[in-house]
């Protein structure tokens, strides 16, 4: 593919076709993602390509994992696509039970990648916003990632599909058409190696999926505000999480603020405050702090689903405030 203007969405398109034509074992299962393209389009055009490989599901996540496991074990490599992560529940023990634990019981690997369109956009409400990455990470087995950049969800839609291991791929939907690129290459990191998205010296933002572009922005205001430099740490995955680039960056700066779009109890922030006071407290200048949308539902109106989320503002108090301690 010759890139031009790529959009996060293209990527995903693009390495799925690329998937397709590179291993045999490699096919696409989901709610209308055959002829419809998929409820974002991440699959159009790919079934007229591959008419016995891009294949519609029934409404039913916990058939559709259930079969993909079952494809897997056979020796096939699927990729699942859920039309919101929120629905992902409804084959919850599918993914925690079964392909989470295959590999533990029986020594035969569960190679499946279940996309989740994840994250609030305006208007989405409860039912259609939700970050499950948190949630997921939890049981040990699966692979969690959140590429935050068209190269990484390039790149690392195809890593997943690659490992022997069940991976929950957690593309932003905000991202989709929002994000550009004037091309696919990028760093080309490995799952579970961290980048440093902007490099700072007077505090660390830990961030993952879309909050990365809004901690920039943060740390773009604050720089022309006070001239304070805040580095920025692209986890790009939860599970694994690559501690030693986040301890790395702490040593740089003193201070610590982990960024996240998921509720606040638990979770990925919280993941990384613990593992950051328990190895490396004697770095710390002040006390970590963690910023997540609020403890409620997502709310629908847009002015509301602004406000539940972290923004560049909220992002920036919270940064004052540890700056200033």
């Not at 994000?179 to 961290?194: Q, T």
Request: glycine residues 8%; charged residues 20%; hydrophobic residues 40%.
């Amino acid at each position: 593919m010759i890139a031009s203007d790529v959009t996060y969405i293209d990527a995903i398109r693009e390495a799925q076709a690329d998937l397709l034509r590179e291993d045999e074992r490699v096919f696409l299962y989901g709610q209308d993602i055959g002829k419809f393209g998929g409820a974002f389009k991440a699959t159009k055009g790919l079934q007229e390509a591959y008419p016995d490989r891009v294949i519609d599901s029934p409404i039913s996540e916990d058939a559709m994992v259930g079969m993909a496991i079952g494809a897997a074990i056979e020796g096939m490599r699927p990729i699942v696509e859920m039309q919101f992560a929120d629905f992902s529940s409804v084959a919850f023990n599918q993914l925690v039970n079964h392909a989470g634990t295959h590999y533990y019981r029986t020594g035969v690997p569960i190679p499946i990648t279940v996309r989740m369109p994840s994250g609030g956009t305006p208007g989405s409400g409860p039912f259609h916003s939700q970050s499950m990455e948190a949630i997921y990470a939890h049981y040990p087995g699966l692979v969690v990632v959140t590429p935050a950049t068209v190269s990484d969800a390039y790149s690392m839609l195809k890593q997943s599909v690659e490992l022997d291991d069940p991976v929950i791929f957690c593309e932003h939907k905000f991202l989709y058409r929002w994000l550009k690129s004037d091309s696919l290459e990028g760093d080309d990191l490995p799952i579970g190696k961290a980048r440093i998205a902007r490099h700072g010296k007077h505090a660390t933002v830990v961030a993952y999926s879309a909050m990365v572009h809004e901690a920039v922005r943060a740390a773009d205001i604050l720089k022309e505000e006070g001239g304070w430099d805040v580095e920025v740490v692209d986890l790009r995955s939860v599970k694994p999480l690559d501690t030693d680039t986040v301890i790395a960056s702490v040593a740089r700066t003193g201070r610590l603020l982990a960024l996240g779009e998921a509720f606040p109890w638990g979770g990925v922030t919280a993941e990384v405050i613990s593992r950051v006071c328990t190895e490396a407290f004697h770095l710390l200048d002040a006390p970590p702090q963690r910023l997540n949308a609020r403890d409620t539902p997502v709310p629908y109106h847009p002015n509301l689903w602004a406000a539940h989320r972290p923004t560049p503002e909220s992002i920036c108090a919270s940064l004052r405030h540890l700056l200033t301690y």
